[in-house]
């Protein structure tokens, strides 16, 4: 069984879902991508395990027949696997192989998306007359980006990619990180922070976008742009009077 299923999610393309209780996120390493077979190939594992079980079928019978006969007279359950062998030849299963391949609701589908990005230190009220689309910051010297992203597709993605860009709109200087999960389907996870050093009175582009795998179709939620403007730092000068010039001669 475990060869049959090999071969019909090595054929569609698709990761076993994980055992309950287990973690979410497939391993790269352990199955975490899945080698496509051809048709030809599908089907030759395919009935290969139909050959397999039917040979189990065989054993079974010669057990359950031996204990009959054996003294005591023990006596097994019938049990079938296989109850019409011209099912499992190579020809009546390429049919079937035929039938797999051009069914929509079994055809792979790739969605990775953005369940949620959130910018440390939070964003404060919006000043009055302040552009709505600029997200004001408190004074600070760093920025933390926290990101969830979900596979909502029907395989795994053991390549998931996130791309994260600080660009200074003072200076233009631009910092990127990047982000690699592996994600098995209709699951979902945080990142680890992504950290950028930030010059308080400065206004950042931040964009957070998601590298589509190929196949994907759906690009809703996959790059997510924010205006940050960082306020300038106060403290109170030797006058005491609030400045943002917090230099020790102030």
Not at 168 to 180: C, K, V
Request: glycine share 8%; charged share 10%.
């Amino acid at each position: 069984m475990s060869d049959l299923r090999g071969a019909i999610d090595g054929y569609l393309g698709m990761q076993p879902l994980p055992v309950a209780g287990s973690p979410t996120t497939i391993d790269s390493g352990d199955g975490g991508s899945t080698t496509l077979l051809t048709a030809t190939d599908a089907t030759n594992r395919i009935a290969g395990a139909g050959t397999l079980l039917a040979h189990s079928d065989a054993l079974y019978r010669s057990v359950r027949h031996a204990l009959r006969t054996a003294a005591g007279n023990g006596r097994l359950p019938r049990s079938v696997w296989v109850s019409n062998p011209q099912l499992w030849a190579p020809d009546a299963v390429a049919s079937q192989i035929g039938l797999i391949s051009s069914s929509p609701s079994l055809a792979a589908v790739h969605y990775l998306a953005l369940r949620t990005v959130r910018v440390s230190p939070p964003a404060l009220p919006t000043p009055q007359g302040a552009p709505a689309n600029v997200s004001v910051l408190s004074p600070t010297t760093q920025i933390s980006v926290n990101v969830v992203l979900a596979n909502d597709g029907s395989v795994g993605e053991p390549h998931a990619t996130v791309h994260y860009t600080m660009a200074s709109q003072s200076s233009g200087a631009t910092s990127s990180q990047t982000q690699t999960v592996a994600l098995a389907p209709a699951t979902s996870q945080a990142l680890p922070t992504a950290n950028f050093a930030v010059i308080p009175g400065s206004t950042y582009v931040l964009t957070v976008s998601v590298d589509v795998p190929a196949g994907q179709t759906q690009t809703a939620g996959t790059a997510v742009q924010n205006v940050l403007a960082v306020s300038p730092a106060t403290c109170l000068n030797r006058k005491g009077l609030v400045s943002t010039n917090c230099s020790p001669r102030s």
